[in-house]
């Protein structure tokens, strides 16, 4: 497993520049309990997603050098070929679930992208937006199922990370559990767009006409980054 760790912090298999700041985490109570549950559930017999090499994917092709947008997810996709480290993300030539779907209809109607049936978000991903999941495994066909075994807390750190030694971030928080997880994000060094989440049952409460595919590369421009491509060509 991707969350195995020796004694010897530089055998942790994450991206340098997150390494620096989230190494110590690899040591601690939590995490050591956090493997041992993963360990166990292996051993049932059950099935995890994402695969081990694509645990941390999403800080693999967002290295903290060049992050500049982070999207707030909940858990990984717990359906069969499916998740694959990036958040709202699915494999090359999956059909997009309906939450992905309703935010290509957003940036449709946002900035006039009609986008393919292609849901890999690897090419948002390696432009700096860190499509982050609070949970980043979970048990087949079972959401939500490893919630609480200490992702959570390792995920704060991440955001606590970004918000302190960053600045001018453009953080995407859809949803009330997104919200809540952004707390502690310092708005007076960064932008925090929020809506409800895209969603089925909450896209037009607030996520429709939220805008905030335009909203980030007008402040990404101001702050004199690079914009976004929100286009994901099809394969």
Same mark, same amino acid.
Request: aromatic share 10%; charged share 25%.
């Given at each position: ?5 020796? =004694?010897?912090?530089? &055998?942790?298999? !994450? ?5 620096? #700041?989230? +190494? !110590?985490?690899?040591?601690?109570? @939590? ?6 549950? /993963? ?22 092709? $967002? ?10 997810? =909940? ?7 499916? $998740? ?33 049936? +292609?849901?890999?978000?690897? &090419?948002?991903?390696? *432009?700096?937006? /860190? !499509? ?10 079972? $959401? $939500?199922?490893?919630?609480? *075994? ?14 302190? +030694? %960053?600045?001018? /971030? ?6 009330? @559990?997104? %919200? ?12 925090? /767009? ?8 909450? #896209? @037009?409460?607030? #996520? ?5 595919? &335009?909203?980030?590369?007008? @402040? !990404?421009?101001? =702050? ?10 099809? &394969?």
């Amino acid at each position: 497993m991707t969350l195995e760790v020796s =004694q010897q912090r530089r &055998s942790v298999k !994450l991206e340098e520049g997150w390494k620096s #700041f989230l +190494e !110590l985490e690899f040591e601690k109570n @939590y995490m050591k309990s956090l493997r041992e549950f /993963l360990a166990a559930e292996k051993k049932k017999g059950k099935v995890i997603f994402p695969k081990g090499e694509n645990i941390f994917r999403s800080f693999d092709l $967002a290295p903290f050098q060049d992050v500049k947008v982070v999207i707030l997810g =909940q858990d990984p996709y717990h359906g069969d070929g499916q $998740a694959h480290g990036l958040c709202f993300s699915v494999e090359k030539g999956v059909t997009p679930p309906p939450s992905l779907q309703n935010i290509y209809k957003e940036i449709e109607r946002d900035l006039r992208i009609k986008n393919s049936l +292609e849901g890999d978000l690897s &090419s948002w991903a390696k *432009q700096g937006l /860190l !499509l982050l999941n609070s949970v980043l495994t979970v048990e087949r066909n079972h $959401a $939500a199922s490893h919630a609480g *075994q200490g992702w959570e807390t390792f995920t704060d750190k991440v955001i606590e990370v970004l918000s302190e +030694e %960053k600045e001018n /971030l453009v953080f995407l928080l859809w949803g009330n @559990y997104a %919200k809540t997880k952004g707390k502690k994000i310092n708005r007076k060094k960064h932008l925090v /767009l929020e809506s409800s989440h895209p969603s089925p049952l909450s #896209f @037009y409460r607030g #996520f429709l006409g939220s805008s905030h595919f &335009s909203k980030t590369n007008e @402040y !990404l421009k101001a =702050q004199g980054k690079n914009e976004i491509n929100w286009c994901v060509a099809s &394969s």
